[in-house]
């Protein structure tokens, strides 16, 4: 059974980037799309952009100049990039498999991160 | 980008009851709409796609309607392990939106 484990710092400084990896295990990274999904508080689900494992990506326009995705095949991860944040950018941070590029069907179970000085 | 608008934003139900929730889109997304399940402290997990089929695992109380602009995910007799908050998705275009959530809570 396919399993995603987020893991990176959970306070961050304004201004400065916020790292992620998402780890997958259970399954191959290859063949499949990925992609990130915050969750501000009291806010709703935001796709923040997708990478296939070939590394063709895209971003949510909102975010796009301040996003990288990139994946690592040899490692079975991918990772996320959000440069100059802001508290807004304070969210729960989930990775997923986005199924044929259409539904994220696998999640992982989100790992909660903070911009704060 | 596509707005998603879920009604009501909370639904008061006893156990066993019928729930129908509702999602409108700000313009057709045909039938490229999905219906997900997220409880108190864990992530979301896909229940519909595609507006009406269930993905793997998925209860047959669970349904999914519509088309277009207009959706409705409906339990048939909520169990306990119902109660939660769900979204729907649209895949039409890009990027994926979200609509804010409907929580069905236990009267």
């Known amino acids: 059974q396919m399993q995603l484990q987020e893991s990176g710092p959970g306070l961050v400084k304004p201004s400065e980037t916020l790292s992620l990896t998402c780890t997958v295990s259970?399954?191959?990274?290859?063949?499949?799309?990925w992609s990130w999904i915050r969750k501000p508080p009291g806010k709703g689900l935001e796709c923040i952009g997708y990478?296939?494992?070939?590394?063709?990506?895209n971003s949510n326009p909102s975010l796009k100049s301040r996003v990288t995705i990139s994946v690592d095949t040899s490692k079975n991860q991918l990772s996320l990039k959000l440069t100059s944040v802001i508290a807004a950018d304070t969210a729960v941070y989930y990775c997923?498999?986005?199924?044929?590029?259409?539904?994220?069907?696998?999640w992982g179970k989100g790992t909660t991160v903070t911009v704060s000085s | 980008e596509i707005v998603l608008t879920q009604s009501p934003a909370t639904l008061s139900l006893s156990p066993g009851e019928r729930a129908t929730l509702s999602c409108r889109a700000s313009?057709?997304?045909?039938?490229?709409l999905a219906w997900y399940q997220q409880k108190p402290g864990q992530s979301p997990s896909l229940l519909i796609y595609?507006?009406?089929k269930r993905a793997t695992g998925i209860p047959a109380r669970f349904s999914g309607s519509g088309s277009g602009t207009d959706f409705t995910l409906t339990i048939s007799s909520l169990e306990p392990e119902d109660f939660a908050v769900y979204y729907c998705?649209?895949?039409?275009?890009?990027?994926?939106?979200f609509g804010g959530g409907t929580k069905v809570e236990i009267k």
């Open positions: 990478i296939y494992y070939t590394g063709t990506t």
């Open positions: 259970g399954g191959s990274i290859s063949g499949n799309y």
């Open positions: 595609d507006a009406f």
């Open positions: 998705q649209q895949r039409s275009s890009w990027p994926p939106t």
């Open positions: 313009e057709s997304v045909s039938s490229y």
């Open positions: 997923a498999r986005y199924l044929n590029g259409r539904y994220m069907d696998v």
